[in-house]
């Protein structure tokens, strides 16, 4: 580089390095990217800035990446490291295709074709300050695309140099393009066209479509055929005036719709990012970047996390804007439009939803078309599928109105194809956990508002990690070519369309769903350090038992992973404890042989809610371990013999991702592995236990015996009273639960929670233990109940067996007593 050009970027470098503060997406390119600094690296920008050119240079320079302003040298020949596409726009505005990228492709390439081992890696970067979309203007809804004339740069810098971010795209292999497509000149242009091309598409997805003006969209919303005939129906229906029915629909889009604004997100991200380095040990994110690819090839994203807490509206929308993705229109709850949370959440994209649409078909109407043309405008969304938060730890049933609202609004024909995203989200620390505790004993909920906010601020601290896996994408019109073939069929611009598949068809996508964010599952030191300590009777194990448990767990979960989309820690066991110990949930006391881990009585019924985030990741080696453990010697026959008979139960409750012809090949995989950790010991068909680590074998064996003491309950107050009805027996089923839990001191929520009998009554008629009348097949139910009462606790099985005796009799008196009842 001559002395004057570097004596002008050392220059120009001055000012960026107090104004601009740039993040990098992803955050570690060089491992992300799969970089190989062994081999020639160069860099492509869209167009000519020296200000972007040394922003890119910084943050190569802190990822130790080659510096962009040193030339590359192959064969004796330099060439330039970066590429500008074209020379971008001037204060006078012109445009002159920048020659100079076409000549330094076709020589990179010529390169290749006389040195047949050379692979230049190229890397599309781009340079963005701000993402502000704009506003429409005159009813143009195109994108905010525009790049910047030095003047515009200036300023940009002054406003807008801490809100700067570099991606770095997927690597392009020049030896890949040298040997596929050739090494002339017109390849060279081709290929200064598609980086053109990508980079439009990128800016797209980062910035997104131009915001309406709400008022412009009021009236859009309108004039729509669908809500005008609504408003004529609810002045009919309640017989007043059109301008009164007309106004109430005004009232609710007021109500319903968001008021987004790209400095309500600027200045949170300032915010949320002194927060979370204060609050948070660091931010975990996996697999945004299959999500940042479909939003570049056009899709229209609809973001589909799990609930956990409320921390959860605001977490997401950070990460996602850190991932270089533009911030969804997200789903809140009306509770939440309270002052100040609801303005604030409403200029950062929230839309709220009323918790029940029945009987007010204006409202629904209205919600609908609002929903429809957030995704005809190419908006992202989010919404939480399980309708609120989970009270227990695990997923709850999904609630399947919103989703079919999305299929509805696809059926009337969007631009863009629309791909749910399943998200899960974990924490080692939720401040609401002792709130969700009171709850399922009974408590009223609480209702949000401005001083319980300030109360929840009181618990913000110490929070640990936080996780946002991005799962298995879902695309809508990919799955419905394939389940329905019949659904494109004419569509009515007016009336909600509800074809005889939707029903089905949504439920059968809620539930996928729900299977792909339990395949994303982020097990953490806190949660899995919680399921060691709980197993134990005493809650409370040596460090040195606690490690070895953690290493179990680890690595069953590394070798066996649960999905290709679940992550593990990294961390060693013995690191994974200490950062747990730090979090101040377990007591440590000490005598002469060493450090014992105790979980207080006090926090063991909280800290089940950290382990069911993760149970389902655990319960298949657990029921494994349990059976083993319980009959000392078994046959792999027997053992899937007597899982397969378990798991439709665990897979409807924990939403498992496997299905029943998958479960010998998982159990060969699980044995293969438990007997390298030497829990188990494999001769020939036969499968016993270790005496040498029989203590972490029962430690892991404990997992699941809680859910099997639920499922034992339920199946003998059925052979107790085979005839009882499905409602009867869900209560009873928790009642005698909430008994079993006092008499023998079980911390586990899920023992309390209507919803988790609900499901497993629903689910005993779908495998036809019971009819839709009640009755049961005895001779199934009892088989059932007997492998289940081998696997518990033999003093719990007496008390559960004592106790559905009493209610079989007591519901046989009361129903002999109903038929001598003279009649009136």
């Known amino acids: 580089m001559s002395g004057w050009r570097n004596f002008f970027y050392n220059l120009l470098n001055i000012p960026l390095k107090f104004l601009v503060k740039s993040k990098s997406i992803p955050t570690d390119p060089l491992a992300e990217r799969g970089l190989d600094r062994s081999r020639p690296i160069m860099y492509v920008l869209p167009y000519d800035s020296k200000v972007d050119l040394l922003t890119l240079r910084a943050e190569c320079r802190k990822h130790e990446l080659p510096d962009p302003l040193e030339p590359l040298e192959i064969d004796g020949t330099e060439l330039p490291r ?47 300050f701000g993402r502000a979309p704009g506003r429409e203007i005159q009813g143009h809804q195109q994108p905010y695309l525009r790049e910047l004339n030095g003047v515009q740069k200036f300023f940009a810098i002054l406003w807008l140099g801490r809100d700067s971010f570099v991606r770095f795209s997927a690597i392009v292999s020049l030896r890949y393009m040298a040997s596929e497509h050739g090494t002339d000149k017109i390849i060279a242009q081709k290929l200064a066209r598609v980086a053109r091309m990508h980079f439009a598409r990128q800016r797209l997805a980062a910035v997104g479509p131009r915001m309406p003006v709400r008022h412009d969209l009021f009236t859009r919303l309108l004039q729509s055929k669908a809500i005008a005939k609504a408003v004529e129906d609810e002045a009919r229906s309640k017989k007043i005036a059109h301008d009164k029915a007309q106004q109430s629909a ?100 929230a839309f709220f939803i009323r918790r029940t649409f029945k009987g007010n078909k204006l409202y629904s109407t209205v919600f609908r078309e609002y929903l429809g043309e957030l995704f005809n405008r190419g908006y992202s969304v989010e919404y939480f599928i399980e309708g609120g938060r989970s009270r227990t730890g695990r997923l709850l049933d999904p609630k399947t109105g919103t989703l079919s609202m999305t299929l509805q609004a696809m059926l009337r024909g969007g631009n863009r194809p629309i791909t749910l995203v399943p998200i899960f989200i974990g924490y080692e620390h939720v401040m609401e956990v002792a709130t969700y505790a009171k709850e399922l004993r009974g408590a009223a909920k609480e209702k949000e508002g401005f001083i319980q906010m300030l109360r929840g601020l009181r618990k913000l601290r110490n929070l640990g990690q936080g996780y946002v896996n991005f799962g298995e994408p879902l695309p809508l019109v990919s799955y419905l070519n394939k389940q329905v073939p019949e659904w494109r069929e004419a569509i009515d611009p007016i009336e909600a369309q509800r074809p005889a598949w939707l029903t089905p068809t949504v439920n059968d996508i809620a539930h996928e769903v729900m299977v792909r964010i339990n395949n994303a599952g982020a097990a953490n030191a806190m949660n899995l350090c919680v399921t060691a300590l709980l197993a134990s009777r005493q809650r409370s194990l040596t460090r040195e038992q606690l490690i070895e448990q953690l290493a179990c767990y680890q690595e069953l979960l590394r070798n066996v992973p649960y999905s290709e989309y679940s992550t593990v820690p990294d961390l060693t066991p013995e690191v994974m404890l200490e950062h747990a110990i730090g979090m101040n949930k377990f007591d440590i006391e000490e005598d002469n042989f060493g450090e014992i881990i105790v979980l207080p009585r006090e926090q063991a019924v909280l800290m089940t809610y950290y382990r069911n985030n993760i149970h389902h990741m655990l319960v298949i080696p657990s029921l494994l371990a349990l059976i083993v453990t319980q009959h000392c010697e078994i046959t792999r026959v027997e053992l899937l013999r007597q899982v397969s008979v378990l798991y439709p139960m665990l897979k409807s409750e924990l939403f ?55 499922y034992a309950i339920t199946f003998a107050i059925l052979s107790a009273n085979p005839s009882i009805n499905r409602g009867t027996l869900e209560k009873e089923s928790r009642t005698l639960a909430q008994r079993l839990s006092v008499l023998h001191g079980i911390n586990a929520p899920e023992f309390i929670d209507k919803a988790v009998f609900s499901s497993l009554v629903l689910t005993l008629r779908d495998e036809g233990y019971i009819s839709d009348t009640g009755d049961a097949q005895v001779d199934r139910t009892q088989r059932v109940y007997q492998l289940l009462a081998d696997l518990i606790m033999q003093d719990v099985r007496m008390t559960i067996e004592s106790a559905a005796s009493t209610e079989g009799a007591l519901q046989l008196a009361n129903t002999s007593l109903s038929e001598k009842e003279p009649r009136a």
């Open 82 to 128: 970066y590429v500008f596409i074209h020379d971008g726009p001037r204060v006078f505005p012109y445009f002159v295709p920048n020659l100079e990228s076409v000549k330094l492709f076709h020589e990179y390439l010529d390169l290749h074709r006389s040195n047949p081992d050379l692979d230049v890696q190229m890397i599309p970067v781009s340079v963005m």
């Open 250 to 349: 005004i009232e609710m889009m007021e109500e319903i719709a968001a008021d987004f604004t790209y400095e309500a997100i600027r200045i949170t991200d300032r915010v949320m990012g002194w927060t979370w380095s204060r609050l948070y040990k660091g931010i975990n994110v996996s697999g945004a970047e299959r999500v940042r690819q479909l939003a570049q090839d056009g899709h229209e994203l609809v973001y589909v996390p799990c609930h956990r807490s409320h921390m959860d509206y605001l977490l997401l929308s950070y990460v996602i804007y850190h991932q270089g993705l533009v911030p969804p229109h997200i789903a809140a709850g009306i509770n939440l439009n309270f002052w100040p949370a609801g303005p604030i959440f409403r200029h950062l994209g």
């Open 656 to 710: 498992l991702r496997w299905d029943k012809e998958s479960l010998p090949a998982l159990l060969v995989a699980l044995i293969d592995e438990m007997s390298r950790q030497e829990l188990l010991i494999t001769e020939g068909e036969k499968v016993r236990i270790s005496n040498a680590r029989l203590r972490t074998l029962q430690l892991l064996a404990a997992g699941v015996r809680e859910t099997l003491q639920r």
